[in-house]
């Protein structure tokens, strides 16, 4: 691995992909690494490093992946341009995001749902916002239910000379922005028995927050008619 050159003074590690592939940001103190240019911030790709972006940052103190809502991103918190701040690297160019954060420090950094939805937490010795050690910077409350994406209806042919009724299978989906698995529950379940005639379904999808979203459709068991 390459020796960090300049001031020698890493402050902190974290490995993440940012669309280029897994590799390992260094964040401190220093001018160059591996004899590239690179502000206080560069990754390690398993055979050289290189910068990241064009990021003009003194001194870097903490790093932490968090996805604000617009994908999975490096946020990087330090002294950006000759201001204290967070910075948001999502593989491409950087933006900086509206956390207050610490008069001294940033020290640390985190990404944590406390219930209320994921944030990013940042620590340091003095808060702006009043808060002595914390601040947070997340998502609003998730009030936003689940998408169901229900058939229309489903028709079954009941043999001739069968028992009444058929096995029935079924499929629906549902997808949320901020839960990528929401609970799908239908009543009566795909595979159950239907006897002949109409019968209505209703599917329920709860994402995380508690948000739930309904459906309904209908599956009819007909009688397969005999041709004369």
């Keep these: 691995m390459a020796t960090l050159a300049g001031t020698p003074q890493v402050r902190a590690l974290l490995v993440h992909d940012d669309g280029a592939g897994t590799a390992l940001f260094a964040g401190g103190f220093f001018g160059s690494a591996g004899g590239v240019t690179a502000h206080g911030l560069a990754k390690w790709q398993g055979s050289s490093w290189s910068a990241v ?20 991103a490096l946020h990087v918190a330090g002294t950006f341009y000759g201001n204290t ?14 956390l207050i954060i610490p008069d001294q420090g940033p020290y640390c950094m985190a ?4 219930g209320s939805g994921p944030a990013l937490y940042v620590g340091g010795s003095s808060i702006a916002s009043g808060d002595s050690y914390l601040s947070k910077w997340g998502f609003s409350a998730d009030l ?21 009724g ?18 799908v529950v239908c009543t009566p379940p795909s595979g159950s028995f239907f006897p002949r005639g109409t019968t209505l379904v209703t599917c329920t999808a709860t994402d995380a927050a508690g948000n739930p979203s309904t459906c309904q459709f209908p599956v009819s068991v007909v009688v397969r008619t005999r041709r004369r």
Excluded: I, Q, Y
Excluded at 53 to 72: I, K, L
Excluded at 111 to 114: E, G, M, P
Excluded at 146 to 164: I, M
């Design 111 to 114: 990404a944590h749902d406390d």
């Design 85 to 98: 701040g967070v910075g948001k690297w999502d593989g491409s160019g950087w933006t900086v995001n509206g």
């Design 144 to 164: 936003d239910p689940p998408t169901l994406a229900c058939p229309e209806s489903v028709v079954v042919l009941d043999a001739l000379g069968s028992p009444s």
């Design 166 to 183: 058929e096995t029935v299978s079924f499929s629906v989906s549902a997808s949320d922005c901020r839960d990528p698995a929401p609970s």
């Design 53 to 72: 972006g064009s990021a003009r940052s003194a001194s870097v103190f903490t790093m932490a992946a968090f996805d604000d809502g617009a994908g999975p």
